[in-house]
């Protein structure tokens, strides 16, 4: 098909680029002047995203991104596929007020009604609860769910995007989510009819988008970037549904195509080959195939898109964006040299990252307190975007041009492979003698008979998953101790102060199973990493998790080994406080890797059995001091779940396995919790069987629990606690509300089944909604159990 266009001033596809960058900040300042402006504290935001825009795009320029287009821009006070629901107009009718809100500032879509608009729709308010919030794909990034239904409006209402590419000229790439990933990643609107498909909408969502590229051509942009990662997965989609899909591709970006602006969409997490050939036949102007997590296109794809792509570009997602480690300069180049010489001369090609860098810290340079021989190995977001420009310069230049960034790869690459901690000999030895046996535990029904008496807990116990509040004195004390003005007697001391002011407030709020607040810890992965050998820690390695929310994932290097019990003296002391039983707490192996950045040198398998392996030690440890419910938390066993069916029992199989390996030890009347969160729990119901865990509590409240009937009809026999509180939200649920959600529990699951528990840690929550909330949990248990009776 023709590139040339109506009014389109046609511009090359930037040799090298990235599809993202972190948004939150180097020092995290969106993260505080978002709370700020929540709590009423400071003024409007969106000063420091201007400055956070200009920043971002002046060092992306200085870091090898000066072409015109090169620098994406795709900042995001909140989240990205939120941008494209308050762009469209696309809010479920409990936001009709916030519509108007939206609709009426328009031309100003920054400012500060408008902004408060958006962030009710996120965060909710009163009894509108927000959009559900779910995992991206694979990562551990979390976005809002649309809502669509035949009755949702759809109108252009404006976006910063517009303004901001304006401002800052030909240099950016506006980023959007993709019509089609949008409305496959939507939800049908509690309106909508059952059985409705979202992407019913998609040629009324496409007419919006054309306003929208029309107020940007407008603006100045030559390019824009569109992601459509949903093409990477079949999602259990037969080829019938397949097909439409790709039709829905075809479609969308004809219409689009034909806009007068250059359009590139990336097709990231994975491969997806068909989805190359059907964007081949539209008017987009260059492709993006991800070769990191996907697989690399064969001699048979390239011959076919030498010809199909003619006169466009490819862009090879070869550094990653999702993990740390620095490129192999030599392989990578090795690959886009093979694909290069594949496609022909026709066909340009692009060197990218597989997929937005908001997965990975800013700046290793920054972590000086890191060995320096470790620091030697890392890339974060600033070293990948120099990685990329290397490579493009070596593929168009030849060796010679870079010589010394690749003498200064290899280099990394020996160092690491020959530290001695990388791999020892013990651990080895250790995961190659496990046995099966190692891995199951007795008959359940054994178990619930002699954990009931054991326990003697009412119909209906009443939990938390186990973080409270962490509170400014906590802080404090952690900050005070990481810099010596207090000592580790003083320290400890603070925390057992708080361990023992929630044990008392669980107690008088009369929860059953109690939990100790986890005060002691930072992180609950950094927690065990900074505990196990084959870790590292970050000062400042911070990702952006959801809205404001950051973690700092920590960096799984060598093998992994258990110097000595973690937990055990903090659960002893929690439980000696209190007749009642008080969980141990540990974070499972696959969460441990999914929240971590994990070597990828050696099978996830194997080091999923290793720290397997360690936590089978400290689960002994805790029976031992006499803890009778030891909670083992796997929130991110389906976010690791592979995207492409055909992937995936290979990694239920190793993830299951490590999780039995770490709790299968434990004596029958030990009662072994898990906890999961952000998931279709119907794809992965069968796995959660397959854990084994007495109870598992999962995240449920803003899905109304919809995950219950997978459930029931899988025949999922073990305790289970949907979670009745969403915690992610800053409302207080009333007793009727959670009391509401108890019943349908009740009614699609046996009684003695059900166990009653917010939907995820209250570690971000401020301690007067903890204790409103669970004192209305705690009520509408009791009325529940009142109406079983009767």
């Not at 059952?194 to 992407?199: H, I, Q, R, V």
């Not at 209906?460 to 101790?481: C, K, V, W, Y």
């Not at 810099?483 to 057992?496: F, L, N, P, R, T």
């Not at 119907?682 to 796995?687: E, L, M, N, S």
Request: glycine share 6%; proline share 4%.
């Amino acid at each position: 098909m023709s590139n040339e266009k109506k009014g389109m001033t046609m511009t090359h596809f930037p040799t090298a680029t990235v599809l993202g960058y972190p948004r939150i900040g180097a020092n995290r300042e969106l993260k505080r002047a978002l709370e700020s402006f929540w709590s009423g504290r400071g003024g409007n935001p969106a000063t420091t995203a201007e400055e956070l825009r200009d920043t971002r795009t002046n060092r992306l320029r200085e870091l090898g991104l000066g072409e015109a287009a090169a620098v994406p821009e795709d900042f995001s006070y909140y989240d990205q596929v939120l941008d494209i629901t308050i762009a469209t107009g696309a809010l479920p009718s409990r936001f009709a007020p916030e519509r108007e809100v939206l609709k009426a500032q328009a031309a100003t879509p920054e400012s500060e009604e408008a902004l408060r608009a958006q962030f009710t729709v996120a965060r909710g308010q009163g009894d509108r609860p927000a959009l559900e919030l779910t995992k991206w794909f694979d990562s551990n990034y979390h976005y809002l769910v649309p809502e669509i239904g035949p009755e949702t409006a759809l109108e252009w209402l404006g976006s910063p995007r517009v303004a901001t590419a304006q401002r800052l000229g030909e240099a950016v790439r506006p980023v959007l989510v993709g019509p089609v990933t949008y409305l496959a990643l939507a939800k049908a609107s509690e309106e909508a009819p059952e059985g409705y498909n979202p992407l019913d909408r998609l040629d009324d969502l496409v007419a919006v988008y054309t306003q929208y590229l029309r107020a940007l051509k407008e603006a100045g942009v030559q390019w824009v970037q569109f992601d459509e990662p949903a093409l990477v997965t079949h999602r259990h989609r037969t080829p019938q549904e397949r097909e439409a899909l790709l039709d829905a591709l075809r479609r969308a970006y004809t219409a689009l195509g034909n806009e007068g602006v250059n359009l590139a969409v990336a097709l990231t997490y994975g491969h997806a080959f068909d989805a190359v050939d059907a964007l081949a036949e539209t008017p987009v102007q260059a492709v993006i195939i991800d070769v990191v997590r996907g697989k690399k296109p064969g001699a048979a794809e390239l011959e076919r898109w030498a010809t199909s792509l003619k006169g466009k570009t490819l862009g090879v997602g070869v550094v990653s964006g999702r993990n740390i480690w620095r490129a192999d300069l030599d392989a990578d180049l090795a690959v886009l040299r093979e694909i290069k010489a594949g496609l022909g001369e026709a066909v340009a090609v692009a060197v990218t990252t597989s997929t937005s860098l908001q997965h990975v810290p800013h700046d290793a340079e920054r972590e000086t307190q890191l060995d320096a021989e470790l620091r030697s190995w890392l890339s974060f977001a600033d070293q990948k975007v120099k990685e990329v420009a290397v490579l493009a310069r070596g593929l168009a230049e030849g060796d010679e041009a870079i010589a010394a960034e690749l003498e200064a790869s290899r280099a990394a690459q020996a160092s690491r492979k020959a530290h001695p901690g990388v791999e020892k000999a013990e651990v080895r030895q250790a995961t190659a003698a496990v046995t099966e046996e190692q891995r199951t535990r007795g008959d359940a029904a054994e178990r619930h008979d002699a954990q009931a008496a054991a326990l003697g807990l009412p119909v209906l116990p009443t939990t938390t998953i186990g973080s409270f509040p962490q509170t400014d004195e906590i802080r404090r004390a952690r900050a005070a101790h990481r810099s010596g003005k207090i000592d580790d007697q003083a320290y400890e001391e603070a925390m057992k102060k708080e361990i023992a002011e929630v044990i008392a407030a669980q107690e008088e709020i009369g929860l059953d199973v109690l939990v100790h607040g986890e005060a002691e810890r930072n992180d609950m992965v950094q927690y065990f990493a900074e505990n196990f050998e084959g870790f590292a820690t970050t000062a400042h390695g911070w990702v952006q998790s959801y809205g404001s929310r950051c973690t700092r994932p920590s960096i799984l290097w060598g093998d992994v080994t258990r110097p000595e019990a973690i937990t055990v003296e903090w659960s002893r002391y929690a439980q000696s406080l209190s007749k009642r039983p008080v969980k141990g707490m540990l974070t499972g192996p696959v969460t441990i890797m999914a929240w971590s950045f994990v070597r990828e040198d050696i099978a996830w398998g194997e080091v999923a059995d290793q720290l397997g392996l360690a936590l089978r030690e400290e689960v002994g440890d805790l029976e031992a001091a006499g803890i009778k419910v030891i909670q083992v938390d796997e929130p991110a066993i389906r976010e690791l779940l592979p995207l492409r069916e055909e992937d995936r029992e290979d990694y239920l199989a190793w993830s299951v396995g490590s999780f039995r390996l770490a709790t299968a030890g434990a004596a029958p009347a030990t009662s072994i919790h898990t906890h999961l969160c952000y998931s279709d729990f119907a794809t992965i119901v069968d796995a959660i069987d397959r854990l084994d865990a007495d109870v598992t509590s999962i995240e449920a409240s803003r899905s109304k629990l919809k995950v219950l009937p997978a459930v029931a009809e899988h025949g999922f026999h073990r305790g289970l606690g949907p979670g009745v509180w969403d915690i992610h939200s800053a409302r207080v649920p009333s007793t009727e509300e959670i009391a509401d959600l108890l019943r349908v529990a009740v009614g699609a699951l046996d009684t003695e089944q059900v166990w009653v528990n917010p939907d995820c840690g209250l570690k971000t929550r401020a301690w007067e909604e903890t204790s409103a909330t669970l004192r209305n949990l705690v009520e509408a248990t009791r009325i529940v159990r009142e109406e079983i009776a009767q």
